[in-house]
Structure formats: C-alpha cells, structure tokens
C-alpha cells in the first residue's frame, strides 16, 4: 500500500491528540471486549441449549421443588419421549469461591433425556454400582485435579444431612464425562439421586426441576401446554419452557445482562462517535490547504475523500485492535465469574465490525468535506 | 513559432460571491508557445493568480477557450482535469506548499504515487528529481529542518518528478531573499533551457522578470502588452 506514508503521517500530524483520540477508543474497546465477552458467554449456555428438551419446575419459583411422584403422569403426555429429573444442589469445594455445578440424577434416565453427556461404559457403570459415587465433568476435573478413587468433599449451601445434621457431603470419584459440543458444560457434576434422596434431612420425594424430551421437537409449545394443564389446580402447579426459555430465565435471576451491556455499550461509543468525530472533522480542517496541494498535484476529488477515510479506518481499527487484545488478555481474570477461558471469537469479530462502523460514520463527514474542498478557495486561504 | 503550449481564446472568469458576481478577467487572449519561459506581471488583484490557475487546471474559465498541452481542458471533468493536471503540469507556490509531515523524498514522490511505477522506480526518479534541484543530500529531511529555498526547491523537485511539458509558478521566489531567489529563478532558467521545461512564473519582481524569455502585463484583467525579453 503506496499510501500508507501519506495516511499515517497525517494521522499523526498531531501526536497529542491522536494518542488521547486513541486511547479513548482502546478503553470503549477494552470495554467492549469485556461486557460482550461475559454477555456471550452466559449467552452461550442460552445459545446451546437444546430445541428437542422441556424443562419444568415449580410456577411459584425456580427454586421451588416439584414431587418426584409427578414422573408417571410426566410420562403418560402424549408427545413426551422420556422423562428425568436433578436437583439444585448448591455445592462448593473447599471454598465458596469454587462453585461446582453438582446434580443428583437418575443417571440412567438422564442420560437418555441429555445424550450429549458422553462418558466410558464402565465408568457409567462403576456410578450405578457406588452409592456415594460422582461422575466429575471434564472441566471441572481438571480444575481440582481429580482423579479416580478420590474422595472429595462437598459442601452443599442447601442440603443437610439426616444422619449428622452437617453440609458436608462425601463423595467418591467414579469417572468422567464430557458433553458434546459445548465443553462448558462439564464444569459440573453428577451423583445418585438415590443416595442423596435417602440421606438428605428434608424434602424428600422431590426434585428439583424435570426434563423433557420430546418425540417431535415441532410440538414442543403443545406439549409445554399439555404438561402445565396437567398439573394446574394441583397443590404443585408447574411453569414447562423449552431449555432455551429455561435457560434465559436462569439468567434473568440476575437482571437482564445482555440488556444492561448492550445500553452501556450504547452510551460508550455515542459519546465515542462524537468525541472521534470532531477530533477527524477538526485534523480535517487543519489541513485544508495540505488536501488542496494534493488535488493540485492531480489526486481526484475520490482519492482524497479515500484517503480521510482510510486515515479513520485506520485510526479505529488500530485501537480497536489494541483494546479487544487488552481484553482477550484480561478475560481469563473472569474465569471464575464466566466459566470460560478465553474471549469468545465472536466478540472479537463483532468488535472489528463496530470499529468498521464507527471509522466510517466518524470518518464520512470530513471525507466529503475534503473531497469537495475547492482548490482555488483552499489555496488562498478562503 | 513552435507549437503552442497554451493558448487561451476569448476567456473570461466571473466568481458569484453571493448575489455579487466579480469579473475578473475579461475576454483575453493569451498564446504560450512551447519551451517559453514566461513571467506574468501586474499590479495586486490584476488577476494573475486568477490566469494562472486556469493555465494549469486548477479553476475552470466561466467563458472561452482554454487549450493547454494540446487539449481543451475548459471541457475536461473534475476528475479528468485532475488526471491531466498529474500528466501535464508541475506546480510551485510561493509558500512551497510541502506536506509538514512527510520527508522531502515522500513529499517528491506524492505525484508519482498516482502512476504505476513501482516503489523502485519511484525512488530512483525521486533521486534523480532531487540531484536536479541540488538537493540529494537533503532528502530524508522534514520540510521544517529546510530553509526557504531548500524547501523551494523541494517544491521544485516535486513539481518536476512526474516529467509534465509545463511548469506553473505563482511567485516562487516571493518569500524568499535576494540571493536565494537568483538561485531558484536560475534553477527555472535551466530546466527552461535544459530540460525543455515550459515555465509561466507569476512575480512582482521586475529582476525575477529578467530571467524569463517573455514578460507579460496583466492589468485589471486583460493583457496590456507582450514584449520578447
Ligand atoms: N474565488 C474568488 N472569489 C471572488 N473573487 C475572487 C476570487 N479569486 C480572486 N478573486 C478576485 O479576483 C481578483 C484577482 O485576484 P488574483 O488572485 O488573480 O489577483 P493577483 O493578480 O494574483 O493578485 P496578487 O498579486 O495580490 O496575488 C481580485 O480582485 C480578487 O479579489
Ligand atoms: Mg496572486
């Protein structure tokens, strides 16, 4: 690119400038990069979650369970192909901050209601055979460093137990799963409901919430339906969404996030359009006799409306680039909060493409006025 | 005669200031031939600067017949009168006009940037353009690290580089002392004489003037007299 000396020495005409210009626009980057980074990776869970799945809970709340008497008559709705269930179990290990998504399952009907949970035959069944046994996922296994045969204690914010009054609950190691397509998912783990259900101080007989799944993935707002009309008017009514509603609600506990990011993001780079704006509008005018002797010199009213406006691109997507990489580097620091590890593509993808848009409505304006600049006017001053 | 190089009929130029409309040049009638050197006088606000810069492409007659290297370049487009200017013509300002930013080498490679030479050969034509003008050893300088007539030359060299038959000068050496300024008309002189260079050199300067091979006087807008030097 022959041009590239002419469009950077006039970007950095004013040095002062352009680095507080840029730096403005790195931070509304970096900002970008790191809401839009959790906003994706929450919505992640949302975005996976499978048409082909019901989830029914309580309608009083989420956290409401539902009797475990409620399997048969799940089964017997037309349109249900099979029907399993878990519960919140709250638990973390060692220490509050090391949050672990553990469930008590039917580990049999799950698995038929969830085939994306892949793990060895003789694991699954070392898990039907151990009663304090836990099938740990991938992720989370590599996190604590377990192995089979390790006893593993977990403390549950919601569970006591019926023998000792305590919250700590004791498990052992069996095996490990993975889920297709979506490794996130196995930050977590799984453990018998039959052991849980027998040595839990209370509650018992309940789950926490069902899964459906459906023969015909077409009748799942039919089915929702039939399920919810099924239990109305009994003493535990249920809310049936599909594992996507399911999963957005999950969300919406902690207020809408993609919303907040998107409004705070709004407001980042309006201001950032008019602050980049006038700093290019005034370069602009700076250099109004410069642009001229351009023009003189035989450079098309086209070529120098591109040459503002590649000056603009170039500007955005610099710092652009430098903010979205300060965040890719800053984003494993949320791993705890997000559970993922790296700055999902997809941000920095949609980050190339507002800097796009913000070179060019920022750089649009002072690009047309330079190519309509007059060359007699501009060289004598008028 | 030799063919002529500029040949102006009947041109008159109006500018609209609002609802005011300012004859500035009324019906004149111009011919520059081929390797002239010409240096166009007049008192301030005559219109020289005017004339010049339809000479050279910059501002279109609003009626008449401008003829500049062969072509009728009243009737060019915008974007065809820019290509013609980047064939034809070189262009030096009293104030050099060179880009502050830009090295004296970049800032001579600016025309050849819109032809289809390759870096290579941009950077030896550069050379060559910057040796004629003298200033070789000045060519990885900013305009701001040249003296006056450094930087005229450079805006020389500039005008030069892209090889055009006609150099258009608005009072070159205008800011700059006497001695610099016979440096820099002598340079004229010899790509007049040397390289075949044809010259219209807008000046106050009556010794500026002497250089040339023709002087005309431009007063209120029309050409009083045309003596050969
Ligand atoms: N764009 C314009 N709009 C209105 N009037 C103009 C414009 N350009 C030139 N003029 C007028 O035309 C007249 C001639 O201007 P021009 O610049 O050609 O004079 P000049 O002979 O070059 O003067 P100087 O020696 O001071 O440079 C002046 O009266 C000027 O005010
Ligand atoms: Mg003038």
Redesign the interface.
Known sequence: M??F??IW??L??KKLRTIFTLLSIVIAFLLFGMLQGVNAAFQRGVDNANVNRLVVTSRISLTEALPISQMQLLESVKGVAAVAHATWFGAYYQDPKNFIFAAPVEIDRYLKVVPEIKSAPEQLDALRHTRDGILVGLVAAKKYGWKIGDRVPLHSTIWTRKSDGQSDWDFQVVGFYDFTGNASQTDGALFNFDYFDEARAFRRGSVGWWVVSLSDPNQSSQVAAAIDKLFENSADETKTQSEKEFAQSFLKQFGDINFIVKAILFAVFFTLLFLTGNTMMQSVRERV??LA???????????VLTLVLVESVLLCLLAAAIGLGIAELLFPLLKSVVGEVRLPPSVLLAGGGVALVLAILTGLPPAWRAKRLD??DA??GR | MSEAIVSLRNVVKRYQRGKQTVEVLHGLNLEIANGEFVALMGPSGSGK?TLL?LI?G??RATEGEVIVAGERIDQLS??GL??????HVG?V?QFY?L????TAE?NVE??L??TSLN?AQ?KQNVAAALAVVGLADRARHKPSELSGGQAQRVAIA?ALVADPTLLVCDEPTGDLDRKTADEILHLLQVLNREHGKSIVMVTHDPKAADYASRQMHVDKGALVQAEAA
């Open positions: 022959k041009f000396p002419l020495s006039a950095w005409r006799p410069e002797v351009l023009k003189t010199l035989g450079y098309s009213d086209t070529a060359i007699v060289l004598a | 600067t810069n050279g910059l501002d915008s974007g820019a290509k013609w200017r980047a064939r262009f300002f006009n880009m502050p930013m830009l970049r600016l025309p940037l819109l870096g941009r500039r």
